[in-house]
């Protein structure tokens, strides 16, 4: 991804750390993602698969929209000495398109139960719908 390369370099830079010590995190709704020194926010995401609450992802109903909205999200490059290891998260593929052919990242996102139930659901975040 265009972002995630870019800014590895400079949040190393300014960091005083080897690009290898980094890490690619994700913080949802409005807190800033502590360490940054490049964060950068995605707003207008859709998520496909599975609904996002607000705090963590959620079941679709049966009369729930194909894809919808989710919250702004924050993501930078912090050094990984600065990263708690997080549990209840899944990270879920951040695609150009709803037609899935262009993967930009990867994304952590905030679920309950466990991580391979949202893979197995095709969970998937979306920056352009079609």
Not at 4 to 16: K, N, V
Not at 74 to 103: C, F, H, M, N
Request: charged share 20%.
């Amino acid at each position: 991804a265009v972002v995630s390369t870019q800014s590895t370099g400079e949040s190393a830079r300014r960091l005083g750390v080897p690009i290898n010590d980094l890490v690619f995190v994700s913080q949802w709704g409005g807190s800033s993602v502590k360490k940054a020194v490049c964060p950068v926010t995605i707003e207008g995401l859709m998520i496909e698969g599975a609904l996002f609450d607000g705090h963590c992802l959620v079941e679709c109903q049966r009369d729930s929209p194909s894809s919808s909205a989710i919250a702004h999200c924050t993501i930078a490059w912090v050094a990984s000495r600065d990263v708690k290891k997080q549990t209840g998260e899944v990270t879920i593929p951040l695609y150009y398109s709803s037609e899935r052919e262009k993967q930009v990242t990867a994304i952590s996102v905030p679920c309950n139960g466990s991580p391979d139930h949202w893979k197995l659901k095709s969970v998937a975040l979306v920056l352009k719908n079609q």
